[in-house]
DNA sequence: TACGGTTAATGTCTTTGTGACACTTTAAGG
DNA sequence: CCTTAAAGTGTCACAAAGACATTAACCGTA
């Protein structure tokens, strides 16, 4: 490789790659945030990220995963990019650009392991506003949380929140807790047959009432958009 | 600033700011490609763009405006991040990142500075598979195209292909030049008027036939987005 | 000035998918 | 066996797009 193409010859701004992980306990939409062991914003929280490591990251979606699985445990059911953000003031070291995916898990799969570490913890998505945040994150997540609203009325994203077999009214209570409002019962039945991205398991499990039907993510579907949006 | 914070602590990767940049002529999509007069791909075609100079730009966006300028004079009408693709094998030089943006404009606002110009011509989006082009910018290009069309489904951002002032048919055919499909007129004008984004001029213009109304976009409205996509 | 060609604009019926909500089904517990 | 509760179905209303016929307005030409 010709050396003339020295790649210190520009300064390069600072870049990182932090991820909006989102998932539903209860009937809140939670993202996980992070303390900050270092400088700058020590002691604050922010979303989990960092530097690229070239040496072993093939992409900034390993060094998304990467991170997040550090954290976590596990990686993330639903992983995409949101946008970047950049500009002078955001950090204090200088120009910086931070790559931001936004990511969705099951509570369960990684509960028991965030109650273990001090430094990571699930906040609803309502307490964001009074927490001590790093950096623009907060502006981030009102993003990433809008982001996921709009998906949640066009697509099934909101199943990568579920465990592996789930039911009619547990999707559509995550889906409530993602765009905060109460959706129909009926549309979502519709929606979930005219997707053909369900199995529909033999089993069905005790609710309080009649017994319900599972459902599970056919294997190596793509997450299904419609052309129409539940009504807002 | 506490000093300990080097920004060159971490081996930054290589971070690039490309756009590109579409408009409408005659009845083909077209995007605008550079001639690289660097290495690496020296004499491939690649798109628009380079790196950020953290002197001059505030923010990413503005790198790619600036760039933008530099070839076609103008700042473009449209403007959003696209997403960012990185790797270790996309460029020579070693790991990269390159953030993408996809803009729109209106041919007639640059096409006499791009003729006059060596380096760049816009290049219709069905050749580019014939052409030399650098880097991953071929698949680029292909996602930003899918984007687009996405968008023109449901929203009214093929306008910014359009002068200031434009008939019902001229954004008939700039949609239909996108998306590669007719539509139909009734269900555009019915949009139009739903949108409440255009004022109806009293001018008139002549088409062969009976004078076609003229529209303009309402000055600082923002673009719309239906609930609902067009036909595919 | 009347007529045919051409493009613009409107009218209207059909189609599709969601909202609303009543109704039926099936389980658990007394 | 009756009540309660949640699951699931049936159906009509409504909104917006598709399809396409009809009307309107302008031009050139005879």
Redo the contacts with the bound molecule.
């Keep these: 490789m010709n050396k003339s193409y020295d790649i210190n010859e520009f300064k390069n701004p600072l870049f990182t790659v932090d991820s909006a992980l989102f998932t539903v306990i209860g009937n809140s939409l939670k993202v996980l945030m992070v303390k900050r062991a270092n400088e700058p914003f020590l002691g604050r929280w922010g979303l989990p990220g960092g530097f690229v490591d070239v040496d072993i990251d093939d992409s900034t979606d390993l060094t998304a995963l990467r991170k997040l699985k550090e954290k976590t445990s596990v990686a993330p059911q639903y992983l995409e990019q949101l946008r970047t953000f950049s500009g002078i003031n955001r950090d204090p070291r200088g120009f910086s650009v931070t790559l931001v995916y936004f990511a969705l898990v099951a509570e369960q799969d990684v509960s028991s392991h965030i109650d273990t570490v001090e430094d990571a913890q699930w906040v609803d998505i309502k307490q964001i506003a009074d927490l001590p945040v790093a950096f623009d994150h907060k502006h981030i997540i009102e993003q990433a949380k809008e982001r996921l609203q709009q998906k949640a009325l066009y697509s099934m994203v909101p199943v990568y929140c579920l465990p592996e077999y789930f039911?009619?009214?547990?999707l559509?209570s995550v889906i409530e807790a993602i765009i905060g409002k109460?959706?129909?019962?009926?549309?979502?039945?519709?929606?979930i047959e005219?997707a053909e991205m369900f199995e529909v398991l033999d089993e069905?499990v005790?609710?309080?009432?009649?017994?319900?039907?599972l459902y599970k993510v056919k294997p190596g579907v793509d997450i299904v958009n419609?052309?129409?949006?539940?009504?807002v």
Tied chains: 1, 2.
């Design positions: 039911t009619v009214s547990q559509k109460t959706i129909q019962r009926k549309s979502l039945i519709r929606r005219a069905k005790k609710s309080g009432g009649r017994l319900a039907q419609f052309e129409r949006n539940l009504s």
